[in-house]
């Protein structure tokens, strides 16, 4: 049953336990590589009395590290004034003495910018009245000007708070509102284990690692093509050489193939391939074979063709080695062309041509990748949440972490048993995991579309043998089958299944619809692709 229930007060203290949670749990699996500032935060935060640390709590739930005290009213602080005085004793806040001052102005509304500054806000809109009071005050005079009449605090310790969040939720993007997702009843997640000898991070050095890469993604993407030749010398060196480490060399490979792009978007061909040579993830060498064709080096574009093709790192990056820069075989699809006259402007195309569908007789939905993604969910579920070791670390994560790795399947293929190994009962292992795990969030499943009638339909539509096949097709490579199926699943008037990919005027096949196109055309599957002018 949820905890929680909409538009009523949580239980007295519910926040601060989650804090509490939070730290115990990383002071349990990381106390040897916390510093001494982390260490401080976290006892400084578990000595606080009742009162002080829910309001901590709650300060920390809040999207914003500048809080106005005039805000601050909560029924489970006894005292608010004096849990603000433990806070800042305990240098976990500041009170209003800390804060640029952009921040500080923008606390208060027009009204009060014009009451506390008459002579330098009365024209224009808020952000250019705050510009020519900063203009004419330096950031202490301001300081003192707003403390008087609307005291803020500044949350000193939220650089600490995220770290913690880091190490428990294993990313830089989950805070404490996972919680009251969950407790609300929104978001189930699946019940499983949780090793606790095991942590993402092994020494301090890869979390620092971890960090720094985080930061030169921020980077890559706010210089964007603007960026200079001194700037990506010195992004290189931070990104260093090849990682042992998947999670790392992931994201190092990622900053790499960012800051490639960006270099080409400058006409920077040389760095970009560099930044692609160090690269070892898709579409690393896609992108240096589109570089080679443009410069016309023929040479070396072949090199790394062959190079794909001997040591493919994706079924993606395979079909584009084989097909880029070479004549054109005749296309294996069904083009059909229609006028659309009556199409409303306000209308997705899909959804027309859906409706055209039905007015024929079919049944059609416009699916997409939910299709396959959900079926593959329900017939592997238990291989999502097999207890494989490092795959989960905390309570609310909706896949396993390995789940796009290259070895998800064969590191599961001891503990899970194959479905593909007993087609007879794929239909109905997919039926009954539907019925037990509904509304249990999973990346891959859009419970919301794939009602237990949608589900019926399309499964009493499609023979075992097609789903046997649609199912090896995901399974070939998760990461890339994620994306690109037709936008279309449609039982026709006979009761058989079928799959239409819909093109606007001047809309072409990306390469991963392309790619599933051509696979299930190979299995024998009836795939059209419509073209609308």
Known sequence: MPLLTANQPPPEGYYAENL????????????????????????????????????????LSRTKIFIRLDSLSYPDVDDIDIAIEELSEAELISVSSDGDSNEILNLLTVVELNSLFPQWSRIGRKAERVDAIQSHLDDVAIRRHVCERFPWLYVTSSKQFEFFCLLFFGNSMQRLDEFVIRDLGVTRFEEYELDPSFRLFGTRQAIDRYQELAELAELVETLGKTITSDEVNTICTAIGARDEDRVFELKRSRVLNALGRNLERAEQHELALECYRSSTVHPARERTMRILKKEGRTADLEQVRLEILNAPRSYEEHAFAQRFGRPKSPRQEIIIRMGVSDLKQSEKIESFAAQLLVDEGAEAWHLENLLPNGLFALAYWDWLYAPVRGAFVNPFQAAPLDLHWPEFFDIRREICSDPLDEPSK???R??????????????????????????????NAMTTAQLSRLLSIAIQDLRQFRAGFPDLTVIDERGEIAFVEVKGPGDQLRPNQRIWIERLIEEKFNVYVWRFK
């Open 430 to 459: 997919i039926l009954a995991t539907a019925d037990r795990k509904r509304g249990i969030s999973n990346s891959l499943v859009a419970w919301s579309i794939l009602t237990p009638t949608l589900l019926d339909s399309i499964l």
């Open 20 to 59: 509490t949670a939070v730290i115990d749990t990383v002071y349990e699996q990381y106390e040897d590589l916390l510093s001494a500032e982390e260490s401080k935060f976290a006892d400084s935060t578990l000595g606080l009395s009742t009162s002080a640390l829910r309001l901590f709590a709650r300060l």
């Open 426 to 428: 794929l239909k109905s």
